[in-house]
């Protein structure tokens, strides 16, 4: 469970273990970057809108240094995680900032770049190019 401007998230992905758990998130990750900008854009619920795009590098970055703590990857694996984290590195707020825009999802090509790259990784891992189920939010009274 995450909270941030009033709101709580629970993600929904766990695992028996925390080495399943990372395992979990990482996937969801993946698959969310892989999905289609109108798939990533309705997968998360208001009041989110307007930070997607950062919400996901910043998850996938996340689980993908995390992973390595529990599980030894493949050279395959090793690479598609880098590349996708080396290109999102590229793209810093500073020198790129309407890439991180919600409007970007849809309108930007990198962020097809960006899809290939998470399409690229899931096969890495075997698993499967599929939108991954939704978040839940529920609102925290008083926080921001």
């Not at 990482?26 to 289609?36: G, I, N």
């Not at 970055?61 to 290109?87: K, R």
Request: hydrophobic share 45%; net charge negative; charged share 20%.
């Amino acid at each position: 469970m995450r909270r941030g401007r009033g709101y709580v998230i629970v993600d929904g992905v766990a695992g028996h273990t925390a080495e399943d758990g990372v395992l979990a998130n990482l996937r969801f990750t993946l698959q969310l970057l892989a999905a289609s900008a109108q798939d990533q854009i309705s997968h998360v619920l208001p009041p989110l809108h307007g930070d997607i795009a950062g919400e996901m590098a910043e998850n996938f970055d996340n689980w993908a240094s995390s992973v390595h703590t529990y599980w030894t990857l493949t050279d395959e694996q090793t690479q598609a995680l880098n590349g996708l984290s080396a290109f999102f590195d590229a793209q810093d707020s500073a020198g790129h900032p309407t890439f991180w825009e919600d409007e970007a999802l849809a309108a930007d090509a990198r962020w097809e770049q960006v899809r290939q790259l998470a399409q690229a990784a899931l096969a890495a891992f075997g698993w499967p190019v599929e939108v991954p189920p939704r978040q839940q939010y529920r609102w925290l009274e008083g926080a921001n």
